[in-house]
């Protein structure tokens, strides 16, 4: 576990001197940070890029792309590092496209609910550049992720139940494809029939079919309303079911969030909260005054019947932000309960009437393997998480971790599921696919090819080796 | 306009044969049912296929595409052939695989909110199958449609601005790739990241990159309270900024339809209403009792200051239904206005913040054509329609339709917008997409290359000849 292995891409040594012919000490062949350019925060093994390239804009990146095109050399686009899967390794060496430093918010379009970025803004960054306006971008995964590595591994967050994930509020793209040229997706209409839906091929295509250099994005309003709770129960169970019945109420909850008490106990330690150690919901209304009262009533009487206590309701702003922030944690929460351990953070969705059935056989299988794996989910939309933590002194642990994960998604899929709701494939689900999509993968196959029929673009990365 | 085009395609007659041998006589060439296949509702030309066959499960539907795919014979998809823009016509002959048959609601998932069924299932049997549920599903083009056309067009309509549109209401896919194979694309969950999108890509694909036989939808709980009104105002500006201030202010409407005077006017003639003749807003609001009275009351209060006059409501199911096929029934009521005159729908959309500016120049620009041509509208999304009349005696009819129509769809594109909100592309709208797409037009062309090399599936519709 998180080992380091290094490939050499062919002909590399000639990329990365006409690379730096261009952008001088903005090419870094350093072994440090081809390693942080290498290791995503996932225990997956490190691979190293032969060379890191940080570059400023769209025309940058075009050139980077038109030189490496010409020598076949491979390219993966890096944002902040924080995916899970291992999608920003370099199995097979070549460059990695620092996007991070193209960072400016380019256009808002406040009449319009819409606002255009670079792929290096961070979705913290953006919603602090539009608070005056009045606006909000909701998706929120753990990490203050970049919006281009969001819109590559179609990243979800706690808000998804209500606003859906990046698949929903990307409307359009400019990109660079593997032949060099630059692109526009999209436009900003809300929506249009005007032929094959090429932004919503790029979103979640995590960099194998191009490099992403401005993302349109919907905002929303931010509510009159916005209250959060917590509500702790007698069992798991009563809490999830909750979460169905919510759901098929058609209740509009913004957020809906899992914990069981083992992620309640480590969230407590890690972020100084004082929550009763119990499976807990963390909920969120948004709306008016009037909306936001009857919902919360709703799901109120809804938790009473499943065993349900009080809530604990904060509607200050900073207590909220406090609140969620303490969830945003909850993996860096359980690492910190295992001090030099690796963390292993996997996830899975199934449709929602399953989700009770697939939450606790898998809570069981922790139980069995004797893994410490705290579970969190974002329980609306039939998404839970399993941060496993793996200890690298004994190999045991990796091993078992393995076997739970594998257990985990066999479920899911039986239940007609998913094997990742919203870390993407990298490569570490690879193996998952075809059980997931059968023939299907064919056609994957078949779009990679004629897009990038030299394999440059993040090779080996979803559907592993395309010949 | 109007006129027959039949163009036979190569080895044809053998592939009838084969079909023949396997489907008897649900094997047609009789030229009624071929006109009736080769012609939508629109005013394009017919393009009659060599055959129709009627197929009644996956299994034929298989068949007939590996039968068509050994002879390369175009094979185009038919539901209820109410499209608009020529997608059915058949210009390069082939056969006509007639779907309508396979018209049976499979699964009805009530606990998950989704649904299973054949492509031949229309709008209006699905929700009538689904009653009972206490569900609904909320996507209403104005012809009863079937899903699988549906799909196929990225339809729409007017709850999208509340329930979104074919793209986000479709989870998954079985379809027939052109070499023949039956596949699953996506699963139930409501969410994933597990490679490309395929589903979305095949949703508005327009039967260009395979044959669907079987969709899973989302469904929706029908909400405790439905309300709906019209007001009239003192100008069709006054109705347009009442609509961009709702939206903006993120009140969640579930429909909010606009209807110039001209529509007024002859919709009170075909569906017997007497609406005053004035441009009118047609809203619906749905959730609870509480929060649909807050919304009307919030709406109400914007239309007054755009000078809106006073709602009329109607919550009662049967008068609400009256007033929603009346508005469905707008492109008839247009035909019914000049009896024995061709029927031209177009529509464009456009960022919200500008669809004043497109309607009011639009409308200048048909007053000064001097066509008849009313314009309705689902002006939540930035979406406005034109049914435009054509005098066929009159040959300058038609230039002038063709004049104002392009002179709409250029504006519409300057304004950020696209050339077609939701009646897809099919002939009519080939000739705008560069204009829309630049060069990701070639992108399109890859993926159908790559998908459909022999181009017999519904060869010449979205991008014209792909060599």
Request: hydrophobic fraction near 35%; charged fraction near 25%.
């Given at each position: 576990m998180a080992a380091t292995a290094q490939v050499k891409a062919p002909n590399v040594d000639v990329t990365i001197a006409e690379l730096k012919k261009l952008f001088g000490d903005r090419v870094s062949t350093a072994h440090a940070v081809r390693e942080q350019h290498g290791k995503d925060i996932s225990f997956h093994e490190a691979h190293l890029p032969d060379a890191v390239v940080f570059v400023e804009s769209a025309e940058e990146a075009q050139r980077v792309v038109q030189i490496c095109a010409r020598h076949k050399t491979p390219i993966i686009a890096f944002g902040t590092g924080t995916s899970l899967e291992g999608h920003i390794s370099a199995p097979n060496g070549g460059i990695s496209l620092d996007l991070s430093r193209m960072n400016k918010v380019l256009q808002v379009n406040e009449a319009d609910l819409d606002v255009v970025v670079q792929p290096g803004v961070t979705r913290k960054q953006?919603?602090?550049?539009?608070?005056?306006?009045?606006?909000?971008?909701?998706?929120?995964?753990?990490?203050?992720?970049?919006?281009?590595?969001?819109?590559?591994?179609?990243?979800?967050?706690?808000?998804?139940?209500?606003?859906?994930?990046?698949?929903?509020n990307v409307l359009a793209l400019q990109v660079i494809t593997p032949d060099g040229r630059l692109m526009r997706l999209g436009r900003r209409s809300r929506k249009s029939s005007a032929g094959y839906d090429l932004v919503k091929l790029f979103v979640g295509s995590e960099g194998t079919l191009g490099i992403i250099t401005e993302i349109t994005l919907r905002l929303y309003g931010i509510p009159e309303s916005m209250v959060s709770a917590t509500c702790a129960f007698d069992s798991l169970e009563g809490a999830v079911n909750t979460v169905i019945q919510t759901i098929q109420s058609g209740i509009p909850v913004a957020r809906i969030e899992l914990m069981d008490t083992e992620t309640v106990d480590t969230v407590n330690k890690y972020s100084k909260l004082s929550l009763p150690l119990k499976s807990t919901l963390m909920l969120e209304f948004h709306g008016?005054?009037?909306?936001?009262?009857?919902?919360?009533?709703?799901?109120?009487?809804l938790a009473e019947e499943n065993g349900g206590g009080h809530f604990a309701w904060t509607s200050q702003a900073e207590e909220r932000t406090k609140m969620w922030q303490a969830r945003h944690d909850a993996a860096w929460a359980a690492k910190a309960a295992k001090p030099g351990w690796g963390m292993w953070a996997t996830d899975v969705c199934v449709p929602i009437s399953r989700l009770a059935e697939c939450i606790l056989e898998t809570q069981k299988d922790i139980v069995a393997s004797g893994l410490y794996a705290p579970i969190v989910g974002h329980v609306g939309d039939g998404n839970f998480h399993l941060t496993m933590m793996v200890n690298p002194d004994d190999p045991t642990y990796?091993?078992?971790?393995?076997?739970?994960?594998?257990?985990?998604?066999?479920?899911?899929?039986?239940?007609?599921?998913?094997?990742?709701?919203?870390?993407?494939?990298?490569?570490?689900?690879?193996?998952?696919?075809?059980?997931?999509?059968?023939?299907?993968?064919?056609?994957?196959?078949?779009?990679?090819?004629?897009?990038?029929?030299?394999?440059?673009?993040?090779?080996?990365?979803?559907?592993?080796?395309?010949?």
């Open positions: 953006l919603n602090e550049y539009i608070r005056a306006t009045g606006l909000f971008f909701p998706i929120d995964p753990g990490a203050d992720a970049s919006i281009g590595g969001m819109t590559s591994t179609r990243a979800s967050g706690t808000n998804a139940v209500r606003y859906g994930t990046m698949r929903e008016t005054e009037a909306s936001t009262k009857e919902q919360a009533e709703m799901v109120q009487a990796l091993k078992r971790a393995e076997g739970l994960n594998d257990r985990m998604i066999a479920r899911a899929l039986s239940l007609g599921g998913t094997c990742t709701g919203e870390h993407g494939v990298g490569l570490g689900k690879i193996k998952f696919l075809y059980d997931e999509h059968g023939e299907a993968m064919s056609l994957m196959r078949s779009i990679k090819k004629a897009l990038d029929p030299d394999n440059i673009m993040n090779p080996g990365k979803i559907m592993g080796p395309i010949n």
